[in-house]
């Protein structure tokens, strides 16, 4: 089974990173060591009893302890792949295989037991399995709609969200697919729509989960013949919240496939699924073509990086929500201006500004905050130049030469790329206003704030310059 494999792969690696093995050792037993699930177990089987004595030995101490963690409750052995159980063919009994162990010889006892006691441990364990499916609905009631900062990076994907809280499972957004990079309040938006479902209908049947539990759930489902309650549970949703969605692709065959099952199941029945991701479905590498093909059927969405004026405002909703402080216009200003990338960094940009002023005798500064963020800020910035940005740009402008951005000239074909270039100059770099205008033909200050306010206005309603703008952007940040 290849999500055993997956697991083990997971424990072999581990076992390397703790460095209790030397690489002879690991590759000459460990790494010939093989997976398989039988009747419930992970078994990790040995090729030989030499190589089980020995692993079992030296290393099985080392090993199980990271295989327990990885699989959770699931029962975990080791064994010779040359034992050889006995069957009982007796009408009434099954066969229960002991620890090795507990088995010097290397071979499994057989115990008879009656076939209602086996259906009463299935029943336990199916029981056990609903109950860890239905601890909760795992939502955090701090993510709602209230405290979700709303700007023209998100302010359709937050529109949306609402529209599907009063029209769930409506076949004009399910399933909805929302994406975009780390860090900019995916999660956050994803159980805010939760939260507003489960308040409106409190008896709805909602789970959230990172798709590394569900691969967790089917993994130990798998283990323990529970895929009946496994399927059950999934079957019986009314809201599927899926976050990271891409953690599934690769190798996980039969993660791939549970989804998929789950997936169509619960939009055949009018259930609502959302799901998270990095990046645009088309683009998730080793997702089964299937899956890809249903995610984009339904409605996707993307979050972007937040401008500067969102920035602003989540930075003194955040510093009055954790701090109840009152941050100063000039403070979180800078902080916004140096920290671009996502929600994420700015809140960690602004515990390291409080934290530094806390300590400060001057208290919160623009002074302590410059200092605070030091190492952040020659990190960002670091060797890109005003000449790099304008090579850039005429590299990406083929027509346009470097002549060309700091001459007098203003043609339409060489004013837009200019005005992008003065604009990505201020957005990368620390250069101020009067630097970036000598730099663009001896250009005033004024002229750099224009160009960035023309550029900004026109990435909102011109797609040609927005596409410009973010290809440049990424380019220059890679």
Same mark, same amino acid.
């Given at each position: 089974?290849?999500?055993?494999?997956?697991?083990?792969?997971?424990?072999?690696?581990?076992?390397?990173?703790?460095?209790?093995?030397?690489?002879?050792?690991?590759?000459?037993?460990?790494?010939?060591?093989?997976?398989?699930?039988?009747?419930?177990?992970?078994?990790?089987?040995?090729?030989?009893?030499?190589?089980?004595?020995?692993?079992?030995?030296?290393?099985?101490?080392?090993?199980?302890?990271?295989?327990?963690?990885?699989?959770?409750?699931?029962?975990?052995?080791?064994?010779?792949?040359?034992?050889?159980?006995?069957?009982?063919?007796?009408?009434?009994?099954?066969?229960?295989?002991?620890?090795?162990?507990?088995?010097?010889?290397?071979?499994?006892?057989?115990?008879?037991?009656?076939?209602?006691?086996?259906?009463?441990?299935?029943?336990?364990?199916?029981?056990?399995?609903?109950?860890?499916?239905?601890?909760?609905?795992?939502?955090?009631?701090?993510?709602?709609?209230?405290?979700?900062?709303?700007?023209?990076?998100?302010?359709?994907?937050?529109?949306?969200?609402?529209?599907?809280?009063?029209?769930?499972?409506? *076949?004009?957004?399910? $399933?909805?697919?929302?994406?975009?990079? +780390?860090?900019?309040? @995916?999660?956050?938006? %994803? /159980?805010?729509?939760?939260?507003?479902?489960?308040?409106?209908?409190?008896?709805?049947?909602?789970?959230?989960?990172?798709?590394?539990?569900?691969?967790?759930?089917?993994?130990?489902?798998?283990?323990?013949?529970?895929?009946?309650?496994?399927?059950?549970?999934?079957?019986?949703?009314?809201?599927?919240?899926?976050?990271?969605?891409?953690?599934?692709?690769?190798?996980?065959?039969?993660?791939?496939?549970?989804?998929?099952?789950?997936?169509?199941?619960?939009?055949?029945?009018?259930?609502?699924?959302?799901?998270?991701?990095?990046?645009?479905?088309?683009?998730?590498?080793?997702?089964?073509?299937?899956?890809?093909?249903?995610?984009?059927?339904?409605?996707? *969405?993307?979050?972007? $990086?937040?401008?500067?004026?969102?920035? +602003?405002?989540?930075? @003194?909703?955040?510093? %009055? /929500?954790?701090?109840?402080?009152?941050?100063?216009?000039?403070?979180?200003?800078?902080?916004?201006?140096?920290?671009?990338?996502?929600?994420?960094?700015?809140?960690?940009?602004?515990?390291?500004?409080?934290?530094?002023?806390?300590?400060?005798?001057?208290?919160?500064?623009?002074?302590?905050?410059?200092?605070?963020?030091?190492?952040?800020?020659?990190?960002?910035?670091?060797?890109?130049?005003?000449?790099?940005?304008?090579?850039?740009?005429?590299?990406?402008?083929?027509?346009?030469?470097?002549?060309?951005?700091?001459?007098?000239?203003?043609?339409?074909?060489?004013?837009?790329?200019?005005?992008?270039?003065?604009?990505?100059?201020?957005?990368?770099?620390?250069?101020?206003?009067?630097?970036?205008?000598?730099?663009?033909?001896?250009?005033?200050?004024?002229?750099?704030?224009?160009?960035?306010?023309?550029?900004?206005?026109?990435?909102?309603?011109?797609?040609?310059?927005?596409?410009?703008?973010?290809?440049?952007?990424?380019?220059?940040?890679?």
């Amino acid at each position: 089974m290849l999500e055993a494999e997956i697991v083990w792969q997971q424990c072999l690696a581990l076992i390397k990173e703790m460095d209790v093995v030397s690489e002879v050792e690991f590759n000459t037993w460990l790494k010939t060591l093989q997976p398989r699930v039988q009747d419930g177990y992970l078994e990790i089987v040995a090729s030989n009893h030499l190589t089980y004595d020995f692993v079992s030995k030296k290393y099985w101490a080392k090993i199980l302890p990271v295989l327990e963690t990885l699989t959770g409750d699931a029962p975990v052995k080791l064994i010779a792949s040359s034992v050889k159980p006995k069957i009982n063919l007796s009408q009434n009994t099954t066969l229960v295989k002991d620890s090795p162990e507990q088995d010097t010889n290397n071979y499994k006892k057989e115990v008879v037991i009656d076939k209602s006691k086996s259906a009463n441990n299935k029943q336990r364990q199916d029981k056990q399995i609903l109950q860890h499916l239905h601890e909760s609905t795992k939502l955090s009631k701090e993510f709602t709609f209230d405290n979700f900062v709303l700007g023209s990076s998100n302010q359709l994907a937050v529109a949306i969200g609402k529209h599907v809280t009063e029209h769930v499972g409506h *076949v004009d957004h399910n $399933p909805l697919f929302i994406y975009g990079n +780390v860090g900019l309040g @995916k999660t956050h938006l %994803m /159980q805010a729509i939760g939260n507003e479902i489960h308040k409106n209908n409190p008896n709805a049947k909602i789970r959230y989960l990172h798709a590394n539990e569900y691969v967790k759930d089917v993994v130990k489902a798998s283990m323990s013949g529970g895929f009946d309650a496994f399927k059950k549970y999934y079957d019986n949703l009314d809201l599927l919240l899926f976050d990271d969605i891409q953690f599934i692709a690769g190798d996980k065959t039969k993660s791939q496939e549970e989804f998929f099952y789950t997936f169509n199941h619960m939009l055949e029945k009018g259930k609502q699924v959302i799901m998270t991701c990095d990046t645009y479905p088309k683009n998730i590498g080793k997702l089964n073509d299937r899956l890809v093909s249903r995610f984009a059927s339904g409605l996707t *969405v993307e979050i972007q $990086p937040p401008v500067f004026e969102m920035r +602003v405002a989540i930075l @003194k909703r955040k510093a %009055m /929500q954790g701090s109840k402080i009152d941050l100063d216009d000039e403070v979180a200003h800078f902080i916004a201006h140096n920290i671009k990338s996502n929600v994420r960094e700015l809140e960690g940009a602004l515990k390291k500004v409080l934290y530094h002023a806390k300590f400060s005798r001057v208290g919160l500064t623009i002074g302590v905050a410059k200092e605070a963020l030091m190492d952040i800020i020659a990190g960002d910035s670091r060797n890109l130049l005003i000449e790099d940005i304008q090579k850039a740009v005429c590299d990406f402008y083929k027509d346009v030469k470097f002549a060309d951005l700091i001459s007098k000239k203003r043609t339409q074909q060489i004013v837009r790329p200019r005005q992008i270039a003065m604009t990505l100059c201020k957005d990368l770099t620390q250069y101020s206003l009067p630097a970036i205008g000598t730099a663009f033909g001896g250009r005033d200050h004024t002229t750099v704030i224009h160009a960035q306010k023309t550029i900004n206005e026109l990435r909102k309603s011109d797609d040609k310059v927005e596409r410009d703008y973010k290809l440049l952007l990424q380019m220059l940040q890679n």
